[in-house]
Protein backbone atom coordinates (compact mmCIF):
# COMPACT_ATOMS: atom_id res chain seq x y z
CA UNK A 1 0.00 0.00 0.00
CA UNK A 2 1.04 2.89 -1.00
CA UNK A 3 1.72 6.60 1.26
CA UNK A 4 2.45 9.87 1.59
CA UNK A 5 3.68 11.81 4.54
CA UNK A 6 3.17 15.18 5.43
CA UNK A 7 6.46 16.69 7.18
CA UNK A 8 6.86 20.39 9.07
CA UNK A 9 9.37 22.51 7.85
CA UNK A 10 11.83 21.11 10.80
CA UNK A 11 11.13 17.45 9.57
CA UNK A 12 7.95 16.35 12.33
CA UNK A 13 5.65 14.19 10.52
CA UNK A 14 2.39 16.12 10.31
CA UNK A 15 0.44 13.62 8.58
CA UNK A 16 0.69 10.04 7.00
CA UNK A 17 -2.07 9.61 4.27
CA UNK A 18 -2.64 5.87 3.41
CA UNK A 19 -4.67 4.50 0.38
CA UNK A 20 -2.95 6.94 -2.07
CA UNK A 21 -2.77 6.63 -6.01
CA UNK A 22 -0.20 7.45 -8.20
CA UNK A 23 -0.12 7.24 -12.44
CA UNK A 24 -1.43 4.34 -14.06
CA UNK A 25 2.65 3.57 -15.24
CA UNK A 26 3.99 3.27 -11.86
CA UNK A 27 7.04 5.51 -10.48
CA UNK A 28 10.12 6.68 -12.61
CA UNK A 29 12.83 8.87 -12.18
CA UNK A 30 11.94 11.13 -14.76
CA UNK A 31 7.80 11.48 -16.04
CA UNK A 32 7.82 12.08 -19.87
CA UNK A 33 4.38 13.32 -21.59
CA UNK A 34 1.85 10.81 -22.05
CA UNK A 35 3.48 8.20 -19.97
CA UNK A 36 1.77 8.45 -17.12
CA UNK A 37 4.32 7.62 -14.37
CA UNK A 38 4.83 9.39 -11.22
CA UNK A 39 7.99 11.13 -11.23
CA UNK A 40 10.30 10.72 -7.85
CA UNK A 41 12.09 13.71 -6.59
CA UNK A 42 11.81 16.67 -4.65
CA UNK A 43 9.42 19.47 -5.63
CA UNK A 44 7.56 22.33 -4.10
CA UNK A 45 4.20 23.53 -4.30
CA UNK A 46 4.05 25.99 -7.55
CA UNK A 47 0.49 26.88 -7.40
CA UNK A 48 -3.15 25.88 -6.19
CA UNK A 49 -6.55 25.21 -8.26
CA UNK A 50 -9.35 25.52 -5.61
CA UNK A 51 -11.65 24.85 -8.51
CA UNK A 52 -9.98 21.46 -10.28
CA UNK A 53 -12.31 18.74 -11.18
CA UNK A 54 -10.52 16.91 -8.46
CA UNK A 55 -11.31 19.77 -5.92
CA UNK A 56 -8.24 20.97 -4.64
CA UNK A 57 -5.18 20.73 -7.22
CA UNK A 58 -1.68 21.04 -5.42
CA UNK A 59 0.84 21.94 -8.50
CA UNK A 60 4.24 21.12 -8.56
CA UNK A 61 7.42 22.20 -9.48
CA UNK A 62 7.94 19.69 -12.05
CA UNK A 63 10.23 19.12 -13.71
CA UNK A 64 12.88 19.97 -11.12
CA UNK A 65 16.64 21.00 -12.11
CA UNK A 66 18.34 17.69 -11.93
CA UNK A 67 15.53 16.48 -13.88
CA UNK A 68 16.23 18.68 -16.64
CA UNK A 69 19.66 18.52 -17.10
CA UNK A 70 19.60 14.58 -17.18
CA UNK A 71 16.58 14.75 -19.65
CA UNK A 72 19.44 16.98 -21.29
CA UNK A 73 22.15 15.10 -21.25
CA UNK A 74 20.26 11.52 -22.67
CA UNK A 75 18.63 13.90 -25.67
CA UNK A 76 14.83 14.12 -24.64
CA UNK A 77 14.96 17.33 -24.24
CA UNK A 78 17.15 20.65 -25.73
CA UNK A 79 19.76 22.98 -24.35
CA UNK A 80 17.22 25.45 -24.78
CA UNK A 81 14.43 23.72 -22.88
CA UNK A 82 16.85 22.59 -20.08
CA UNK A 83 18.09 26.37 -20.19
CA UNK A 84 14.19 27.47 -19.99
CA UNK A 85 13.29 24.87 -16.60
CA UNK A 86 16.51 25.75 -15.06
CA UNK A 87 15.89 29.50 -15.38
CA UNK A 88 12.15 29.11 -14.52
CA UNK A 89 12.85 27.23 -11.44
CA UNK A 90 16.13 29.91 -10.38
CA UNK A 91 13.72 32.64 -10.53
CA UNK A 92 10.78 30.86 -8.41
CA UNK A 93 8.36 30.76 -11.54
CA UNK A 94 6.89 27.63 -13.18
CA UNK A 95 9.08 25.44 -15.41
CA UNK A 96 7.59 25.08 -18.74
CA UNK A 97 4.70 22.46 -18.76
CA UNK A 98 4.91 21.81 -22.50
CA UNK A 99 8.46 20.07 -23.03
CA UNK A 100 8.95 16.36 -23.71
CA UNK A 101 9.06 16.23 -19.79
CA UNK A 102 5.21 16.49 -19.73
CA UNK A 103 4.19 18.97 -16.46
CA UNK A 104 0.40 19.58 -14.44
CA UNK A 105 1.41 17.20 -12.18
CA UNK A 106 0.48 17.46 -8.60
CA UNK A 107 -1.66 16.12 -6.06
CA UNK A 108 -5.15 16.25 -5.73
CA UNK A 109 -8.36 14.43 -4.55
CA UNK A 110 -10.71 11.91 -6.21
CA UNK A 111 -13.30 15.16 -7.14
CA UNK A 112 -16.31 13.29 -8.39
CA UNK A 113 -15.11 10.63 -9.32
CA UNK A 114 -15.69 7.11 -7.88
CA UNK A 115 -14.12 7.73 -4.49
CA UNK A 116 -13.02 3.62 -4.13
CA UNK A 117 -11.30 3.92 -7.28
CA UNK A 118 -8.58 4.66 -4.63
CA UNK A 119 -8.59 1.18 -3.16
CA UNK A 120 -8.54 -0.72 -6.57
CA UNK A 121 -6.34 0.85 -8.83
CA UNK A 122 -3.82 3.70 -9.38
CA UNK A 123 -5.20 5.83 -11.76
CA UNK A 124 -3.70 9.33 -12.78
CA UNK A 125 -1.74 10.19 -15.40
CA UNK A 126 1.33 11.01 -13.06
CA UNK A 127 -0.16 13.24 -9.92
CA UNK A 128 -0.60 11.72 -6.53
CA UNK A 129 -4.25 11.37 -5.66
CA UNK A 130 -6.01 11.31 -2.58
CA UNK A 131 -9.00 10.82 -0.94
CA UNK A 132 -11.61 13.68 -1.15
CA UNK A 133 -11.26 14.09 2.83
CA UNK A 134 -7.60 13.62 2.65
CA UNK A 135 -7.31 16.46 0.59
CA UNK A 136 -8.77 18.48 2.80
CA UNK A 137 -6.57 17.47 5.62
CA UNK A 138 -3.80 18.29 3.57
CA UNK A 139 -4.94 21.77 2.96
CA UNK A 140 -3.86 22.41 6.63
CA UNK A 141 -0.32 22.30 5.94
CA UNK A 142 -0.19 22.63 1.78
CA UNK A 143 0.63 26.07 0.51
CA UNK A 144 3.21 27.84 -2.24
CA UNK A 145 6.14 26.51 -1.37
CA UNK A 146 5.72 23.44 0.59
CA UNK A 147 8.32 20.75 -0.11
CA UNK A 148 6.44 17.65 -1.81
CA UNK A 149 9.05 14.68 -1.61
CA UNK A 150 8.11 11.65 -3.89
CA UNK A 151 9.93 8.35 -3.53
Known amino acids: MLTMTVFSADDHVLARFQNIAIGSGGVAAIHRHGDETTPQGVFHVAWIDRHSRYGTFYGLDYPSASMARRAYTE ?16 QHRIPPQNTPLGGRLGIHGVGSGDPNIQKAVNWTDGCVALTNPQIRQLSRWAHLGTRVVIR
Open 75 to 90: GTISRAQRDAIIKALQ
